[in-house]
């Protein structure tokens, strides 16, 4: 059985705000894994594509807060949120599991689903679209202050 | 470049039932963890309350978790290592609920954070969906993790099976 779920690039985020992705290889879709994040400042995390700095991004959300379940819409973004806002201590890190689905089809809009782990504050999903038809050849990913630890993996998935 | 999603170890319940489904002796060489169930207990209910332990350890989780069953979404939280509901007796035959647990950074010296989807299904007006984020405030690696009821008295189902899966990011 060929090897299908293949580690691309791992990098330490600790002060570090944007932290791209350059070289994606030759695969289907692509799973990013942020694990042990903690952050001074409840600073939501993004993800754009190819320096995609326009309007071109859209995401629905559905949060669990711990007392009331809810949902929002943003269009017209200019990048999709994969994590909220959250203090995420050291005491309680977060994480993400993000998946882009076929990120290099030249024909389709691009698609992500993420699911964003929060015990002292939230579990969340989102889905998220980028209206642009290129393949995908970098990912950024952003937050508005530092994050003051965890990592970022990046992870290839190949079709048969 | 090496493959990364690697099996670890199978677990399937036999015709006598199961009281817990646990892994044990995990080894560190991985970055992260995954545990997918395939589940049914034998609660007179529509379904039955799972928990979930590390190194044999019910103490220091938290948790977050949104819920809807096809009519109504909701949010709870607690202190405890509550983690969803599984397919309970009452729920259609031949049903199995669908468990995804993963676990990053499990061997970190820091707390650990787990997320969980699961979805229970049921061919009537009640079946359930779980998005879950959950903390063990323990800086220990893990090194074992078990399935079991949760403030309840019942058993895994004959076929429900359980897989843990290493992830390594290099």
Known sequence: MPATYEPIATVNVTNVTTTTFNSLGSYTDIIVVAGGLTRGTANSVFM????????????????????????????????????????????????????IQNFSNANTYKTILSR????????????GLWRNTNAITSITVYTGGDFTG???????IKAA | MANTYTAIATVTVGSGGAANIEFTSIPATYTDLVVRLSARCSFAGITGNLAIEFNSSSASFS?????????AASSTSGSDNYIGDIV??????????????????????????????LVTENNATEAWQYL???LWSNSAAITSIKLLPFSQSWTFNQYSTATLYGIKNS
């Not at chain 1, 819409?73 to 995420?88: D, F, L, P």
Request: charged share 10%.
């Open chain 2, 88 to 117: 309970g007796n009452d729920a259609t035959g031949s049903t199995f609920s669908n468990n995804e647990i993963y676990i990053s950074n499990y061997t970190g010296s820091g707390n650990k954070s787990y997320s969980i989807d």
């Open chain 1, 116 to 127: 964003d782990t929060d015990s002292n504050g939230a579990t969340e999903a989102f889905v």
């Open chain 1, 150 to 156: 965890g990592t970022l993996s990046l992870y290839g």
């Open chain 2, 63 to 71: 948790r977050r978790t949104a819920r809807g069953n096809g009519s």
């Open chain 2, 132 to 134: 879950v984020a959950g």
């Open chain 1, 48 to 99: 754009r594509f190819n320096s995609d700095t326009g309007s071109n991004y859209s995401y629905t959300q559905l949060v669990g807060n711990g007392s009331t379940a809810s949902s929002s819409r943003s269009s017209n973004q200019t990048g999709i949120m994969v994590a909220a806002g959250t203090t995420g201590l050291s005491s309680t890190p977060t994480m993400f599991i993000c998946q």
